[in-house]
């Protein structure tokens, strides 16, 4: 998976809103770490789980000085509707253009029982507090994902 965004290089700048309306840039972020994961669609089996994990780590990345925040091409209704059914704390931001999807290169085709489709390829990037790209995991498997996120971050602030 070729991505057009490369560790070391400034975050692309983001305009979303958040499950509230709320609207969020990258700057509202900047002296903060954000972990930023891209996801396909809320209320599915792995989306959820992920959401779940970095909720109940949570603490420990603000503990860190840093922002946990999920993009999928939801609307801000069903991010809102996700969130307040699985009690998550993460804030989500709706990107039903996929602006910041395309412009992260996590929009691509996909393939699932021989069909292509378009679709997130679920995707966590580390900014830093300069608002610099930290590290970047491609492909992500749910599973143990946000305490590898929080080792990885641990281990940059202590380097």
Not at 33 to 59: Q, R
Request: aromatic share 10%; with cysteine.
């Amino acid at each position: 998976m070729e991505l057009p965004i490369t560790v070391g290089q400034p975050a692309p700048n983001f305009t979303l809103n958040n499950s509230d309306g709320e609207v969020r840039r990258l700057q509202d972020y900047q002296g903060k770490w954000l972990v930023l994961y891209f996801y396909p669609k809320d209320n599915t089996s792995g989306c959820t789980t992920e959401a779940l994990d970095f909720t109940a780590h949570l603490k420990e990345f603000q503990q860190l000085n840093a922002a946990v925040v999920g993009i999928s091409p939801d609307s801000c209704q069903s991010h809102q509707k996700f969130r307040e059914k699985h009690g998550l704390q993460v804030e989500l931001l709706c990107d039903p253009e996929k602006t910041v999807l395309q412009q992260y290169g996590v929009w691509q085709k996909k393939r699932m029982y021989g069909r292509e489709y378009m679709g997130v390829v679920r995707t966590t990037v580390l900014i830093d507090p300069q608002g610099v790209i930290a590290y970047i995991w491609p492909k992500v498997k749910v599973s143990g994902h946000a305490q590898a996120v929080l080792q990885k971050l641990q281990e940059l602030q202590s380097s």
